[in-house]
């Protein structure tokens, strides 16, 4: 079956300062990739997919970028975090239609 | 286009009481229907998922919802509450030419002793 490592779990950065976190799924090969964010009382956001190596497709314009360097890793990057970017980051994959897995999380605290 | 509606940010019951959690939905195709549950600090669990196989779908955990195309409504329902319960539960929506899932801003589920 599908599971998917990422990670830090927790993370506390300075308003200002760059970004990465890194998601790797296993048990499956040409992965659909997902970034949402959870920020309290606003539900899942979803952030950026993709379909293959090097395909990002972004839903809401802001200052975090997405790529797919390899097949099953997905990274999502910030040069400049804000305040406003602080939440709990989630990755997912899964097939179109079927149910998504998801990671454990990076709560992101911009300070 | 589609979108998912959860009343009710909050729900509290006690142990023992029937859980209901609403979701409305909206699609312009028939859609796939999810409800996840998320423990604190933790990612999202599969509840159930509806399919257009049966409309009434159950889950783990004693979970059940039903999906009511006359209505757009895809409420989870439990008999009877218990104290593991107490969690986050969100309700989403895949449809139409991506598939890609939309979710609910989630209902937290409180289970009083």
């Known amino acids: 079956s599908q599971t998917i490592h990422q990670w830090p779990a927790t993370l506390v950065q300075p308003v200002g300062s760059p970004l990465s976190l890194e998601c790797t799924v296993e048990?499956?090969?040409?992965?659909?990739l997902y970034w949402y964010r959870q920020a309290a009382g606003r539900g899942l956001q979803l952030l950026f997919y993709?379909?293959?190596?090097?395909?990002i497709s972004s839903e809401v314009p802001q200052n975090l970028s997405a790529s797919r360097p390899q097949d099953r890793q997905f990274i999502l990057s910030s040069k400049k975090l804000l305040l406003s970017d602080s939440g709990f980051y989630l990755c997912a994959t899964g097939t179109l239609g079927e149910k998504l897995f998801f990671g454990s999380g990076t709560q992101l605290s911009v300070l | 286009a589609q979108s998912v509606t959860q009343l009710g940010s909050h729900v509290s019951v006690s142990e023992g009481a029937l859980v209901l959690l609403r979701c409305n939905y909206s699609?312009?195709?028939?859609?796939?229907l999810f409800w996840y549950v998320q423990y604190p600090n933790q990612g999202l669990q599969l509840l159930l998922k509806?399919?257009?196989?049966?409309?009434l779908v159950k889950g783990i955990n004693g979970f059940e919802a039903e999906f009511k195309k006359s209505e757009t409504s895809f409420h989870l329902t439990k008999p009877s509450a218990h104290m593991s319960d107490a969690a986050e539960y969100f309700c989403?929506?895949?449809?139409?030419?991506?598939?890609?899932?939309?979710f609910g801003r989630g209902t937290s589920l409180i289970v009083h002793p």
């Open positions: 509806y399919t257009s196989a049966a409309t």
């Open positions: 048990g499956t090969s040409n992965p659909n």
């Open positions: 699609s312009s195709v028939p859609p796939y």
């Open positions: 989403a929506v895949s449809s139409g030419g991506s598939y890609i899932p939309t």
């Open positions: 993709s379909v293959g190596i090097g395909q």
